[in-house]
């Protein structure tokens, strides 16, 4: 069992920045992935970005690829998403995610384990 707790979020005009970070915590250790997914109101939830348990292999949505960044802390129980350039089109709650060890970082389908999300509001 895995705890994942955001924080980061918070209102932001447009072309600003933001940075989303993620700690987890409890019994359940391994060389799980962890990643981001949004989702705005009336809208799917979208697969923004992961990183493998080492930090060595990221993903990032192509859509945002040019301005956002994930990156894992040293201690492999923290992930962050730096988010700059930012558009009225990010606006959303913004999750933080794990999977199990073993998964594929870059598969939106592995990820099981989900914080309580972030709002990210970003206006004109």
């Known amino acids: 069992q895995v705890q994942l707790v955001e924080s980061g979020g918070g209102s932001v005009q447009a072309g600003g920045s933001l940075r989303l970070s993620c700690a987890a915590s409890?019994?359940?250790?391994?060389?799980?992935?962890m990643g981001w997914f949004r989702q705005a109101p009336r809208k799917e939830r979208e697969f923004v970005a992961g990183?493998?348990?080492?930090?060595?292999?990221?993903y990032v949505l192509d859509s945002v690829k040019d301005r956002f960044t994930i990156s894992r802390g040293n201690a492999k129980d923290t992930v962050y998403l730096q988010m700059n350039s930012l558009k009225v089109e990010d606006t959303a709650v913004y999750f933080c995610?794990?999977?199990?060890?073993?998964?594929?970082?870059?598969?939106?389908?592995?990820?099981?384990?989900w914080g309580q999300g972030t709002q990210v509001t970003v206006s004109s």
């Open positions: 995610a794990a999977g199990e060890p073993g998964s594929l970082f870059w598969s939106p389908s592995g990820y099981v384990y």
């Open positions: 409890g019994r359940a250790f391994g060389r799980y992935p």
């Open positions: 990183v493998s348990w080492s930090g060595g292999g990221t």
